[in-house]
């Protein structure tokens, strides 16, 4: 059934594969971390099943067997978020048809937010270089003491600077994550599929919409 727009005020992004196509930064940066230790590297493909749970995760599983111990992660988490805040000409860019969704939603008077397990220095970083033409209420990436996607402290958090109930928020990403974060905080979880994740990821995750091109969004409205 589709939503009546008058039933959503806000609509909380997701970044990685949401928003911006960062797969090539974020492989390129973790292959040149593992590289450098004579560990092997992933293809692209691979870190599409890495990423979403935040950069200690990914970490963790690009580490082959046996090597993720305590102390190589920490060292390897360190260099990796270094040499990511540390590109200067980063490759990402916003998804076809993202820049349009965004006036479009910004017209209809929708509050826009960001809600990422990337570093926060990161996500803001991200959103500034890449998405300033757009204002967005809130931007929060993972910070220390308050949990992880899908944990829905960070999407309520965003209710509560947006002032608008979790029910009238459109909570959008690629990954079950997301979907998780939506239903946990009670927003409303759209799936898309131009991401990192397939549809029956989202799907079986609790989507309760799936969309393909970002147009699509507002069509539901």
Partial sequence: MPLRETDCRAAVFDLDGTLLDTLADIGDTCNRVLEKRGFPVHSLESYRYFVGEGARVLVKRALPDGAGTPGMI?????????????????RALPYDGIPDLLDNLSARGFRLAVLSNKSHPATVRCVTELLGGWTFDAVLGLRENVPRKPD????????????????????????????????ASGMIPVGVLWGFRPAEELRQAGARFLIERPVELLELL
Avoid: R, W
């Avoid at 002032?163 to 974060?181: E, K, R, S």
């Fill in 152 to 183: 829905p402290a960070g999407a309520l958090e965003i209710a509560g600077k947006l002032a608008v109930a979790v029910n009238q928020c459109l909570f959008i990403g690629d990954t079950a994550t997301d979907m998780h974060t939506a239903t």
């Fill in 74 to 90: 920490q060292q390897c988490l360190a260099e990796y978020l270094s040499e990511y805040l540390a590109i200067e000409h980063p």
